[in-house]
Antibody
């Protein structure tokens, strides 16, 4: 069974940093590209970043480019999102998703990030 | 504003047929396949339709998808109360080099 479990969310002050993790199991992690997607309270889904299976191809949404960094460790079956210079508007539930062919075929349960002073 | 346009709401009575539209452009829907995701209240999204019209294992055949040009549609036939959820279309945008979502459609079963 495919499982994606996010962790690392929490309360952080504006300008602060946070690193999210996504632990994958139930499939060959190194064979799949992955993405991060977020959902602000009461709002829709917003794609943030994509990383290919090897990590060689990476894309970011304009809203996080230069502030967020996606990475992966295939030996540890893990995906990461380093978030710097956080803003109040980054408050959201952050999901990792398996993304073959740029689709999202499995989602994690999400981790809540709250940016507030 | 979302790159893909969906109606914010839709509704129907049990047993009815409901259609949710998703409108895009040549760089997204016109060039790539469309997925639909269902988000039940308080839960994570779940893939409902992939590659325009493919149902993943376990998705009832009441759900179907189609694409024509720069638009796509999700049809729910024989609406059930448990179908009350938010529905999102998604695809890749070749101009933006990123995935794009519709704003979501809140489906209410009356």
């Amino acid at each position: 069974e495919v499982q994606l479990v996010e962790s690392g969310g929490g309360l952080v002050q504006p300008g602060g940093s946070l690193r999210l993790s996504c632990a994958a199991s139930g499939f060959s992690f190194g064979d799949y590209s992955m993405s991060w997607v977020r959902q602000a309270p009461g709002k829709g889904l917003e794609w943030l970043s994509y990383i290919s299976s090897t990590g060689h191809t990476i894309y970011y949404a304009d809203s996080v480019k230069g502030r967020f960094t996606i990475s992966r460790d295939n030996a540890k079956n893990s995906l990461y999102l380093q978030m710097n210079s956080l803003r109040v508007e980054d408050t959201a539930v952050y999901y990792c998703a398996r993304a073959p062919n740029y689709d999202f075929d499995y989602w994690g349960q999400g981790t809540l990030v709250t940016v507030s002073s | 504003h979302s790159v893909l346009t969906q109606p914010p709401s839709a509704s129907g009575t049990p047993g009815q047929r409901v259609t949710i539209s998703c409108s895009g452009s040549n760089s997204n829907i016109g060039s790539n396949t469309v997925n639909w995701h269902q988000q039940l209240p308080g839960t994570a999204p779940k893939l409902l339709i992939s590659r325009n019209n493919q149902r993943p294992s376990g998705v009832p055949d009441r759900f179907s998808g189609s694409k024509s040009g720069t638009s796509a549609s999700l049809v729910i036939s024989g609406l059930q109360s448990e179908d009350e959820a938010d529905y999102y279309c998604a695809t890749w945008d070749d101009s933006l080099n990123g995935a794009v979502f519709g704003g979501g459609t809140k489906l209410t079963v009356l």
